[in-house]
């Protein structure tokens, strides 16, 4: 892969900002749109744009058969053994909180465990303390190592036959930690426990098959993969998804309304209520076919190896402390770092007078920036879009950056 051919299929990086060429590094938070996704969604709408399923007319069918094709790009994209164990979402948020309304809050009881890491994000641990809350659950929190790291033995400490949820990231969006999910979908599962996977920075930068992973539900977002925002994707076994309640109700997902009861239509439908996400799942399908001429193994290794170069870079520099995993082992594609004695929104605004775009504050992760001793990092996050000159601009805008606060770190 070529990231240099890449960029001049992203519109956004003809953009100047503040008088320098942008150098996005904030793709974990929602990454650039290639035009092959733009001119997707312009011409689903010039030329399809209608509601699906519901009408025999020529552009209902148009919609329905790009709206479903898109479910099954998605659901080979991850390996799925059937597009009907794919629900269309609006987002990560969203289908972990289906899991947790509709499955959890009807199965758990008092003395149940929901076992799950304190670095998750913040959408991977509300939902949990909800349904603790309401069926008197009890959530129990695995160590974390130094690094960011898990040990599989905690894990297996951790997971009992009281555990009925194991939830985890599958890369940590603060530390790019990449957690052994399959091993501990194995704990789980001996256990008689099931494993909710957060896929949201995992799905878009690294191969995904669900099956291999052996996860029972994944949930993931179209925008952080070069596609829409407002629409995102619940994986989930077929079992499961039968037992699932849905957590809204209305058109389409019916099969009969009676005046005082009513029955669903089988999933996915059953979880897509009123009219869906349609243009944002056909973008999504869009998005997948780039992701796929390029190849989710290139860009694995393409992000890896920026960020390596990036913790190696930032590591060796005055000033400047580096959190997660040591420089050679592995690591997603993003570092978080602080510039001493400077607050991370600070920093962020002068690497943003010289065009250097970064995220900056707790990143939905208050417990782990606890855990960390901080109140809030910097963090730069890579896609296949970036080059090693945009580490080289990040490592020169904090060495400008240092020299403006110096009175700080001095």
């Not at 465990?113 to 909800?130: D, F, R």
């Not at 530390?175 to 789980?188: E, M, Y």
């Not at 439908?269 to 009219?275: L, Q, S």
């Not at 995993?325 to 943003?352: E, I, K, M, Y």
Request: negative net charge; glycine residues 8%.
């Amino acid at each position: 892969m070529n990231p240099l051919e890449i960029r001049k299929d992203f519109p956004i990086f003809q953009e100047i900002i503040n008088g320098h060429p942008l150098v996005y590094l904030d793709s974990a938070a929602t990454s650039q749109k290639p035009r092959q996704v733009l001119e997707v969604l312009q011409r689903y709408y010039e030329r399809e744009n209608s509601n699906v399923h519901r009408g025999v007319h020529t552009l209902g069918t148009r919609a329905t058969e790009a709206y479903e094709n898109a479910r099954e790009k998605v659901a080979r994209f991850i390996h799925a053994p059937s597009a009907n164990q794919v629900v269309f979402t609006r987002g990560t948020t969203e289908s972990i909180n289906m899991i947790a309304y509709g499955y959890a809050r009807l199965k758990l009881k008092q003395g149940d465990e929901i076992v799950l890491p304190p670095s998750e994000h913040h959408s991977n641990l509300i939902p949990w303390q909800q349904v603790a809350r309401a069926t008197g659950a009890r959530l129990k929190y695995l160590p974390l190592q130094g690094d960011g790291t898990i040990r599989l033995e905690d894990v297996e400490a951790a997971v009992t036959s009281d555990t009925k949820i194991v939830a985890i990231a599958h890369v940590s969006n603060v530390l790019g930690t990449i957690n052994p999910v399959r091993d501990i979908a194995d704990i789980a599962h001996r256990n008689g426990s099931i494993i909710v996977v957060d896929g949201a920075q995992s799905v878009p930068h690294m191969p995904v098959d669900v099956q291999e992973l052996d996860c029972d539900f994944l949930a993931f977002s179209g925008h952080k993969m070069l596609g829409p925002t407002g629409v995102g994707v619940l994986y989930g076994k077929k079992s499961l998804l039968e037992e699932m309640e849905p957590t809204y109700f209305g058109g389409e997902m019916i099969d009969v309304v009676e005046l005082h009861e009513s029955t669903w239509k089988e999933a996915p439908w059953k979880f897509e209520g009123g009219t869906p996400i349609i243009a944002g799942a056909i973008g999504l399908g869009a998005a997948i076919d780039y992701l796929n001429r390029i190849g989710m193994a290139e860009i694995a290794e393409h992000d890896a190896h920026l960020a390596a170069l990036a913790v190696d870079r930032l590591s060796k520099m005055d000033g400047i402390s580096v959190y997660g995993p040591a420089a050679g082992q592995p690591r997603s594609g993003l570092v978080t770092f602080n510039l001493d004695g400077v607050h991370p929104h600070d920093v962020a605004t002068v690497l943003d007078s010289v065009g250097v775009a970064v995220r900056a504050g707790h990143h939905c992760a208050q417990p782990l920036m606890r855990l960390l001793g901080v109140g809030s990092t910097a963090r730069a996050s890579f896609y296949l879009y970036n080059t090693e000159d945009d580490v080289e601009a990040l490592a020169q805008a904090l060495e400008q950056a240092k020299e403006f606060f110096g009175y700080a770190i001095g």
